[in-house]
């Protein structure tokens, strides 16, 4: 059975930090880019971060760039969001998603959210 479970959301104050986990199984991890993305009440689920399959290749939006670090290990079927300097726009529920050759598989979400 494939599971994505999402960790380490929270409350935290603006420009603060959290660090996003998210655990894989049912699949074979190490063959899957992944991604985190977010989504608030009435608005797309929007990318924010890429991870190639292999950790060599990272990409980002560009409202997160120098601020969120994707990151990922392979022996333990994680990967990782590490936010910094938040601000009250990046509040969200943040998911994270695994696209490979055999699917398309998704966390079920965990909420982030930044006070001023």
């Known amino acids: 059975q494939v599971q994505l479970v999402e960790s380490g959301g929270g409350l935290v104050q603006s420009g603060g930090s959290l660090k996003l986990s998210c655990t894989a199984s049912g699949f074979t991890f190490r063959g899957y880019t992944m991604m985190w993305y977010r989504q608030v009440p009435g608005k797309e689920r929007e990318s924010v971060a890429t991870i190639a399959s292999g950790g060599s290749y990272t990409s980002y939006t560009d409202y997160v760039k120098g601020r969120f670090t994707i990151s990922r290990d392979n022996a333990k079927n994680l990967v990782y969001l590490q936010m910094n300097d938040l601000k009250p726009e990046d509040t969200a529920v943040y998911f994270c998603?695994?696209?490979?050759?055999?699917?398309?598989?998704w966390g079920q979400g965990t909420q982030v959210t930044v006070s001023l």
């Open positions: 998603r695994a696209i490979g050759a055999n699917g398309d598989f």
